[in-house]
């Protein structure tokens, strides 16, 4: 399976996290992300994709990583649970415009954060990698 999103800077150089629940309920805070549709590409659904679940409009400014990892996704219709192996193409992004409040219903909240409080709030670590990543890029 193959995703795209991105790190989303403001004028200020804070970070841009969105909050969404788990297939368990958990709240979970990361990087503004989701699939590459067919015939779409990475910095295109990452663009897509930022402007979905922040509201924001973005312009792109580069790639920064791909990461990769597994994760099970519950059975559905009495199926059993499925073991994915996911990429993510992230690229790093400058919000130029939109409304925060304007996400989509999969994101809960939009934060736009300091650099250190973004990296001590995403809850995985590598997207916490990803942002630091970014954030040493722009230095």
């Known amino acids: ?6 790190v989303i800077r ?3 150089g804070r ?3 969105t909050s969404r629940r788990s297939y368990k309920g958990e709240l979970q805070w990361g990087l503004p992300k989701g699939l590459i549709e067919k015939g779409e590409e990475p910095a295109d659904a990452a663009m897509r994709e930022a402007k979905e ?6 312009e792109l400014q580069g790639p920064i990583d791909v990461i990769d990892y597994w994760y099970v996704e519950p059975g559905r219709a009495g199926e059993p649970p499925v073991r994915v192996h ?3 193409h992230f690229f790093l992004m ?4 939109g409304d925060p409040t304007a996400h989509d219903h999969e994101t809960e909240e939009v934060a736009i954060l300091e650099p250190a409080e973004a990296l001590a709030r995403a809850s995985f670590p590598t997207e ?12």
């Open 86 to 88: 996911k990429f993510v």
């Open 15 to 17: 970070v841009v996290l």
């Open 128 to 139: 916490r990698h990803v942002i630091a990543a970014a954030l040493e890029s722009q230095q």
């Open 1 to 6: 399976m193959r995703s795209a999103g991105g």
């Open 53 to 58: 679940e922040t509201g924001l409009e973005v």
């Open 10 to 12: 403001d004028s200020a």
């Open 94 to 97: 400058r919000a130029t415009g």
